[in-house]
């Protein structure tokens, strides 16, 4: 890990006093403006704990930051072409597919809609682009400081989460700062529309199907614990478009009460859903039995747009992102030489482990050097991936069959933070930490197979976790909500 630190928004440590009064205050606030999850440990429909948050904002370099928003609306097209570029999904996937079953279910779902021809042309992509410091520069970068760019982590097309409690981190810090004294420290916290750009592009989608009768409907679990996250785009649909309903059903309430109509229409419950918005599926514990793919598959056909379609999945899966990185593989589907350059300059390396001669050379590099490497599988939600000596134990394991359904990628080495973590059943007063983060843009895109109807950036989130740890995610309790602190050196 590098030793290199960012700098801080605020003069640490914070007295003992004035700690204690802030987070107790930061606590109650957190309650009371949806900064929450239901607790996995102890779960109670009824009760909301806190979600975990830095005290204060992280210090990020504003060109930094603004190289990332500018970034995004080309990364959502780029996704999109990925999307409807079936030579490219089934050239890409079809080593995956032998070796990965979660993945060979959705894409048996996708050649059944190609064979077909005959699904909804138009796809909503709500994406989230999350990325990391690079704090090692390369030895002949002149770059005058220690961090030199950024690196994508992975491009998440489906349930991209943080939609809410992406912006709210920043509302929460902004009340701590007021309280602490530095109201002066607001104006470097850049705007973040995260909720509104998601729901409004939901809402487009929804105007495009010409039906005001119809719903909206979010596919949920069948437990869910990262509550606020999901109902407060309800809300905001709710206030901001009074004439649009929301509706929230599972997969397998799908199975039961979802049928097409004449025309194709998706409808539940004798009500038409015109927009899917997708919270669950990205998991096979989201698939219990039969049931939840016979439903996956009769969305799929409905004239519903979908968000994301089967296609945008297999777009968002690490074998994708792994092709992407090959050299020439870009011009594919970007023309323009400028943002070919600036979306390679955002990779970093990441290795097939197929069964042939590339996958074989990256098999030799992850056991000769574990440490420089992640092992990740197709999966989304976090927690699913492995670092260090316990790749070797892992890859050891497999089959050539079943590393067909893994990539390798190189580790990024972030500069350190330091801050405070406040979360359930934490020390009080809490502890001055090392820390890293890992930032993500939103985008939101429309369109079909030929065109693009809509294509914005619309907001960002942060999460920050210990140094020494490897898995950040929020609603799993290892990482905790954060904002940027926008500085220029």
């Given amino acids: 890990m590098s030793n290199s630190y960012l700098a801080t928004c605020i003069n640490f440590p914070i007295e003992r006093d004035v700690l204690l009064d802030i987070v107790e205050k930061a606590k109650d606030w957190a309650l009371m403006h949806g900064v929450g999850l239901r607790s996995k440990a102890n779960f109670n429909p009824d009760v909301m704990q806190i979600a975990p948050f830095t005290l204060i904002p992280t210090a990020f370099p504003r060109q930094e930051f603004e190289k990332a928003v500018r970034l995004q609306t080309i990364l959502n097209e780029l996704m999109h072409w990925v999307a409807h570029d079936s030579d490219f999904l089934c050239e890409t996937l079809s080593s995956t597919i032998k070796g990965d079953e979660f993945t060979a279910n959705l894409f048996q779902i996708y050649e059944t809609i190609l064979a077909e021809n005959d699904q909804q042309p138009l796809s909503l992509g709500l994406l ?24 994508q982590v992975e491009i998440n097309t489906i349930a991209s989460g943080f939609g809410h409690l992406g912006p709210i981190s920043k509302e929460i810090q902004s009340y701590i700062l007021q309280e602490l004294g530095y109201a002066d420290k607001l104006v470097n916290l850049p705007p973040n529309n995260a909720l509104a750009g998601l729901c409004d592009a939901m809402v487009e989608a929804w105007n495009l199907q010409a039906n005001r009768e119809a719903v909206i409907l979010f596919i949920v679990e069948d437990v869910t614990y990262n509550i606020c996250d999901q109902r407060f785009h309800e809300f905001y649909i709710r206030r901001e478009y009074p004439h649009v309903k929301v509706i929230r059903k599972t997969l397998t309430e799908i199975h039961k009460f979802g049928k097409l109509g004449p025309k194709k229409e998706l409808i539940v419950n004798d009500v038409v859903a015109s927009v899917v918005y997708f919270r669950a599926a990205y998991d096979p514990q989201h698939f219990p039995s039969k049931n939840e793919w016979d439903a996956r598959l009769l969305i799929e056909k409905s004239y519903a747009i979908k968000c994301p379609s089967i296609q945008y999945q297999l777009a968002g899966t690490k074998k994708v992102q792994q092709a992407l990185a090959k050299p020439g593989i870009l011009g594919r589907f970007i023309k323009d030489a400028t943002q070919i350059k600036a979306i390679s300059d955002i990779f970093t390396g990441i290795y097939s482990l197929d069964d042939n001669e590339e996958g074989r050379k990256g098999l030799e590099m992850a056991l000769k050097d574990p440490e420089r490497y992640v092992l990740k599988p197709q999966r989304e939600g976090g927690g699913n991936n492995t670092y260090g000596m316990e ?21 990024i080495f972030p500069p350190i933070s330091k801050g405070y973590v406040v979360r359930p059943g934490g020390p009080s007063p809490p502890e001055l930490l090392d820390l890293i983060s890992e930032l993500g843009i939103f985008g939101a895109i429309i369109g079909d197979k030929s065109k693009i ?22 609603a799993a309790g290892l990482g905790a909500l954060d904002s940027p602190y926008l500085i220029d050196d």
């Fill in 391 to 411: 790749i070797v134990d892992a890859l050891k394991n497999m089959s050539a069959l079943e590393r067909s359904g893994y990539i390798l990628m190189e580790r």
């Fill in 128 to 151: 989230r682009s999350d990325l990391m410091l690079e704090s090692i520069c390369a030895e002949d970068c002149s770059c005058p400081r220690s961090y030199c760019c950024w690196k």
């Fill in 453 to 474: 109807l809509y294509n914005k950036q619309c907001g960002h989130m942060l999460r920050t976790k210990l140094s020494s740890v490897n898995e950040g995610g929020v």
